[in-house]
């Protein structure tokens, strides 16, 4: 996906609710610039946290007494030292003499000192985790493609061009779905490839316990353990599609497949010989299996008998639920109204197998000498195997015990379900389901597989040869064949939005479907591509709001309190000391303790010295010269 199809800016990720949902995004080099200047000022709000920390402690401790010589050196390194490690630093090089002396007081110091060390520590982690910012906002972006629309074929395609445009987009994008199912499917080998869309994975559960979904008699296996049955659950449009709306607007989709081996009984097959593959005469022998006229041939499905495969072949036919313009009417046995029916008839007589295959659609148990060794030819010529689709759609803001779903069937009525105003969707909601209704079908079992190279089998044939299968290597299949059309279905409906990867010179954009349609273009999720970072607006506020706030006082803090205690008369011993614990107040008096002149300081506070008084030893001003009436 184009880096420059990610919008840049403030938005909501519903996802993470109205309120912790607010992200900004930028690209990276703004990214990185940000997390920088967050870390200095984090710095720069810690070290004025110590000031106004300091502030009130010197003030709390003051008092119209000075104290003796170990209070008054503890308050000037409250007073003068910027940064609370170098504050401890200095308190700790004050207690061991203390100690020494016995100073029944010597416990101050050293927990003053490791207030200062838990304040540096504490603001030391806040600036590491001041990068959070970005963690907490999550992995997500937003597209924002002027080619987002429909791809289709141009309006004046002939018939040609438009097969060939289906069968191209189809192949291409089947291609890449069996390439991310492999990588980003079960244990994903490559975090970054995989981090395309809003979850990595589709999450599906299997039941190998199905009972067959086809007439008992064509069913292979019979009982509970007839069918592998692959269900979706509920799948929430925002979290796993990646659609940001308001949890108003959000849809439930689920989709399960449903797949068992076939049998033909007697009847529904038989041999043809001196014929072609359309019946024409011909010099061959072919296997026709009857299960339904196609719109060209009376029979499903044909094998040519005299050919040596040493590979598998796959044929496929499907019919979908509700549609009138199959290319396939299925039996009565295997017509299932409420599914979309899809079956695949294996072949590939001269592959031989190191052992006995017990799979029922792989079935190889036909021996054949290779002295010293034998092989195994298999059971049949041609193997069946069908598998029926099913989908729902779902209004989580109905519920009536539990949300209001449209019946688990076929693609085509569960669309036009879905449309019924019972259904309660809005406008919006709609949209995302006419998305879905343009990409359903090419999602389907059948669409999910391409030819025999579709099969995780055709993985183990060298030269005729193939290593052992295990019994259940068909569920295998199939489960493969359903991560391909999950993985499909996130990349197409992704492509919506930002369009297709590699457009075809046969292809075209059509517009949205109206405003509302328009609107989805902007609030399509994919997860964060390497050019960008996303910051949470919030944290950045709290950082922000917090240490700015922390700054602004520590540098008003003194004077205000001060100029309270001056006016209330209250305290003004304390704002006192407060300025003559100052450095270079104190270089003042002990120059002018030395016998030389006095030295005026002036900073907006204190007065021009013009009297000292004596006190204990040590000279300074009074305070009512520093605060004149």
Known sequence: MSQSYVYNGVWINWARGRVLGWTLTLPSAEGQLLIAFLAVFVTVAGARAWFVTSYLIHQLRAGLNPGDQHHQQTQVILRNTGGALVA?????????????????????????????????????????????????????????????????????????????????????????????????????????FCSQYTVPNIPWTRDVNSTCPFGSDFCRLNGTAAALTMDTAMLNSQSIFGFNTPPSDEVGYRKVTTCAPIRTPNGFSEFVNNTTSNGRPGNDTWLRVYLGPTSHTNWTGAYNVNKSTESYELQTISAMASFDRNAWAPIRQLNLTDADISLFFLSGNAITYHQPVDDPWFSAHTPIDFPPDTYYLADSYMRILGCADRHQFCNPNLKVGKPLCTPLTGSIPAFAAARERRMGFSETQSSIISRFDLTLPLTSTIQSVTSEVSL??????????????????????????????????????????????????????????????????????????????????????????????????????????????????????????????????????????????????????????????????????????????
């Open 88 to 192: 401890s630093w200095e308190l700790l090089s004050l207690r061991w003499p203390r100690a020494k002396a016995g100073s029944s007081k010597f416990w101050s110091v050293p927990l003053l000192a490791v207030l200062g060390l838990l304040h540096a520590l504490g603001w030391a982690v806040a600036g590491v985790f001041s990068s959070q910012v970005v963690n907490t906002a999550g992995n997500e972006v937003l597209i924002r493609s002027p080619n987002c629309g429909y791809y289709e074929s141009t309006k004046n395609a002939t018939f040609v061009d438009k097969t060939w445009f289906q069968a191209y987009r189809n192949l291409n994008a089947t291609r890449d779905a069996a390439t991310y199912s492999r990588l980003c499917y079960g244990v994903i080998t490559n975090k970054q």
């Open 456 to 629: 995780q089998a055709y993985d183990s044939v060298w030269k005729g040869f193939s290593a052992p299968l295990p019994n259940t290597h068909w569920q295998t299949e199939a489960a493969a064949w359903f991560n391909i059309a999950l993985a499909k279905l996130q990349a197409l409906l992704v492509e919506i939005s930002s369009g297709p990867v590699a457009p075809s010179p046969k292809g075209l954009i059509t517009p949205p479907h109206g405003p509302i349609d328009a609107e989805l273009c902007n609030a399509q999720k994919v997860r964060r591509s390497a050019g960008h970072v996303s910051f949470s607006v919030l944290g950045l506020v709290i950082i922000f709001v917090v240490g700015g706030t922390l700054i602004i006082i520590s540098f008003i803090i003194d004077i205000a309190v001060g100029f309270l205690q001056r006016w209330s008369r209250r305290g003004a011993h304390k704002a006192a000391q407060w300025l003559r614990d100052e450095k270079l107040e104190l270089q003042r008096m002990v120059y002018e303790n030395a016998g030389n002149s006095p030295v005026e300081v002036s900073d907006g506070q204190v007065a021009i010295a013009t009297e000292t008084v004596q006190h204990k030893g040590l000279m300074y001003t009074s305070a009512r010269e520093i605060y004149p009436s």
